[in-house]
């Protein structure tokens, strides 16, 4: 599959410059951003189960806190077909 998603400019730091990117590097560059960042977060049994949400990631997750690691990828889409972000196939 090689779908592609427009990024917006909210979406520039955490993705990359650019105007597009594959749908397979989406998770791999989030979870690059998490990681380099130090966001991941939780306690005993729920240890780094959530994410804290940094400045960058505030336009896609909007003004929550945390989020659940089952959570951000249900974001990420409901973002991506709110702003109709899917690039049309070739």
Known sequence: MNRTVKLTEDMAPVWGPGKTVKVSDLNKKLWAHIKKNKLMTGEGPLMKRSITVSAQLKPVFGDKKAVKTGEMGK???????KN????SKK
Not at 84 to 87: G, I, Q
């Open 84 to 87: 109709k972000l899917f690039e």
């Open 75 to 81: 974001l990420l889409w409901a973002y991506i077909k």
